[in-house]
């Protein structure tokens, strides 16, 4: 896809100039790396979707955790102005949770922030697609978990894990079949299943039954981390790298 | 191993009578949940170690995180005050990070806060024994991930996931060999390397570069999931059931 014909699409879609772009640069950040479910695919599955496209998310309140509410916003745009706000913020902690679906390849936030010099911990519930290793009706999400870690000397690590074996973007991008929406790991199966179960629990305590994101994000006390692990690893390809 | 024999084996090491029952529950808990490498035989693994039983760690400030610092106390004592900490308090959410360890297995100390109501998210590194699924030298901890969700209507839901196959502590309790330390997954083991990477650099990023954990726990807003997701799975096996 062009990134004229993209764009124009969206902007059909009815958003503005300011969210076409900002939702242009995540598929094509996902196309770019390879996440083709995140990537153009969505404009399609966008066009088959009931939203509004002028909705825009509010932080409601805030006593430790901040909660924001989408009002309707897409998740995509929800995120934008949550690490849009914590990076022209102070630095300090912050944990924020929202409804917000859907929300793309969790990745790319925790990257943007990273980039900023933050640390953060990103994860997301979605739609029941997970069903227990020993089987029965599918329980929880594919719940990805982030994590960004800023170097100041070079490229940030980031992680970016979903639970399952495929995605349902990978469905969409027609790169996975359905029966492959199964937590990872084989025999160790269950490992990734009790993350999935443990993250939509954790998401779920503060966004309630909906589908919802928890962020923590700050400036980090000590940021060698990832310069220090690039030097050990030699060479070897870690998290986030292309 | 006999709970008196136990008890006088780390009474000798120097610790006061309320750490003995403090290690010793752990380490029994440990046990009797067939996990063995947390168990007992940690206490002949004490004996070999060097520590200062009568340090106490202290909390040194906050903004945002609260920053514990062990001061040479083991990494148990240091988790059972400050759970102890956050079960006294006002039940708002609370981000802690502390140097500490040998911390033990770590769904014990979420199941503490969750059997008192706490949502709680927690991680803790350990000495480098993972290695790259392609090679070379060990780069980082076998980092567990728990979570811990209350039920105020049953039995909590505990997730406590190594990224490893095997642990440190098997070994220690002849259950594994070494070359079983390695990312869990199989063909996905990059997932589970992944994770390690990502939970070290974040729990670095707050307690530098030392054995550390950080803890996340509050009250819920919503604590349906635990009860629901039991309900919904129809007696499967959920993670944390004996």
Redesign the interface.
């Known amino acids: 896809m062009k990134p004229e014909g993209a764009r124009a699409r969206l902007a059909a879609l009815g958003f503005g100039a300011r969210d076409v772009e900002l939702l242009f640069e995540h598929f094509d950040d996902a196309e770019r790396r390879g996440k083709l479910g995140h990537g153009h695919a969505r404009i399609g599955w966008l066009e088959t979707q009931a939203f509004d496209p002028q909705a825009r998310p509010a932080q409601t309140s805030s006593?430790?955790?901040e909660r924001w509410e989408s009002r309707g916003a897409l998740g995509y745009l929800v995120l934008a102005e949550i690490c849009e706000d914590v990076v022209a913020g102070a630095g300090?902690?912050?944990?924020i949770s929202a409804d917000a679906f859907p929300t793309g390849h969790l990745g790319y936030w925790v990257r943007r922030l990273a980039e900023s010099g933050f640390?953060a911990?990103l994860t997301a519930t979605s739609p029941p697609r997970l069903a227990?290793p020993?089987?029965?009706?599918p329980?929880?999400g594919t719940n990805p978990?982030?994590?960004g870690?800023p170097n100041p000397a070079g490229e940030p690590?980031v992680?970016?894990?979903?639970m399952a074996?495929a995605n349902y973007g990978d469905i969409l991008a027609g790169r996975a079949r359905p029966e492959e929406i199964v937590a990872?790991?084989?025999?160790?199966a269950?490992?990734?299943?009790?993350?999935a179960?443990?993250?939509?629990?954790?998401v779920?305590?503060?966004?309630?039954?909906r589908h919802g994101i928890l962020l923590?994000a700050?400036k980090?006390?000590?940021?060698?981390?990832?310069a220090?692990?690039r030097e050990?690893?030699?060479g070897?390809?870690?998290?986030g790298d292309s």
Not at 184 to 188: N, S
Not at 190 to 195: D, G, I, R, T, Y
């Open positions: 006593d430790g955790v300090s902690v912050r944990l640390v911990l227990h020993d089987g029965g009706e329980l929880v978990l982030a994590i870690l690590i992680v970016d894990v979903s074996k990872f790991g084989g025999e160790h269950h490992k990734a299943f009790a993350l179960v443990g993250l939509q629990g954790l779920e305590s503060f966004a309630g039954e923590l700050g980090p006390e000590s940021d060698h981390f990832a220090t692990l050990r690893s030699a070897l390809r870690l998290p």
